[in-house]
């Protein structure tokens, strides 16, 4: 079986890769590399899979409709896993155009594509944060989710709802996957458990934004692409689901258990809280449990310990 990766060069993406060769798929990774953080991490993310067997990197636009023919002609595509976006919520709020042009009209011509060339298994990356500032604890994907609180939000429930009407309109099979703050090795470096690591480590403060109380479910990589895999394997029609740990943790928390596993204390800054920073985030998985097998098994402290130890091996290089 041929995969299609979208974004398959960043954090999710290459895992998802290492994974799919390790069992035997072919994957052509699509990438554009762009500069949202330095491309030379995300070539560097790859390194282990340029040379293997079944392995076909291409660079380029999604936005790019003769490039992506290109693509669907020369290549036998049997499903596609669309992770690639322009991610992250508050750089969003300063450039809302660019993240509706990548993340909306980019999956418009995936989606076209695929219904051009007959590819009809769809797996869509979309985002806790559709849930917007919802009371409602756990988060069930049959929540409304009609306030999304940033422009990264609204174009993540965009996605989902192209899905839907191609899923309605021409038989295709999707999978929606809500993801619900991923972190582990190759974490992009501006998020949060990245950037409170690697300035514990460095001695430098961080910038805690509200008086840490907001809680977030953290999940940890390996339980994302079991619950990928998952997906990717089962027929669905179309649905849509929560991946997370379905726990929480507070951001005062979460940095008093990375000062633990660094061995230093957090010189940490308090500001008032970013407009599009929801308050919680927190899984309802049972779905996934049921229809996907999706089991996540690594806690927060051991998640953080791995990650670590990880990027303490990384600035020895």
Not at 200 to 217: A, C, M, Q, T
Request: with cysteine; charged share 25%; aromatic share 10%.
């Amino acid at each position: 079986m041929n995969i299609l990766v979208t974004g398959g060069a960043g954090f999710i993406g290459s895992h998802l890769v290492e994974k799919l060769l390790a069992v035997g798929h072919g994957v052509v990774c699509l990438d554009n590399f762009d500069d949202f953080y330095d491309p030379a991490l995300k070539r560097r993310n790859l390194a282990g899979v340029v040379r293997k067997p079944g392995f076909k990197l291409i660079e380029g636009d999604l936005r790019d409709d003769t490039f992506l023919e290109q693509i669907f002609q020369k290549e036998k595509i049997d499903r596609v896993v669309h992770l690639a976006a322009r991610a992250g919520v508050r750089p969003s709020l300063r450039h809302p155009a660019l993240y509706a042009d990548v993340n909306i009209r980019g999956t418009v011509c995936l989606l076209e594509a695929c219904r051009r060339h007959g590819v009809r298994r769809f797996i869509f990356a979309s985002s806790s944060s559709v849930y917007g500032n919802s009371s409602r604890v756990p988060f069930s994907k049959d929540d409304p989710v009609n306030h999304p609180i940033s422009p990264y939000a609204a174009t993540k429930k965009a996605g989902e709802l192209l899905c839907f009407t191609y899923h309605h309109l021409y038989g295709f099979d999707v999978a929606c996957l809500r993801y619900f703050t991923v972190y582990g090795p190759r974490q992009r470096p501006e998020m949060a458990i990245h950037h409170f690591t690697r300035s514990v480590l460095e001695g430098r403060k961080i910038s805690l934004f509200g008086d840490g109380s907001s809680r977030r479910d953290y999940t940890y990589i390996d339980d994302i692409i079991e619950g990928t895999l998952g997906a990717l394997f089962r027929e669905h029609g179309f649905q849509i689901y929560n991946l997370g740990e379905s726990q929480t943790i507070t951001l005062a928390g979460l940095i008093r258990e990375i000062e633990e596993q660094a061995g230093k204390k957090a010189i940490l800054e308090y500001l008032p809280e970013q407009p599009g920073d929801v308050k919680q985030t927190y899984a309802d998985i049972r779905k996934a449990r049921q229809m996907l097998g999706y089991n996540p098994r690594t806690q927060v402290r051991e998640g953080l310990a791995r990650f670590v130890r990880w990027y303490s091996e990384q600035t020895k290089k």
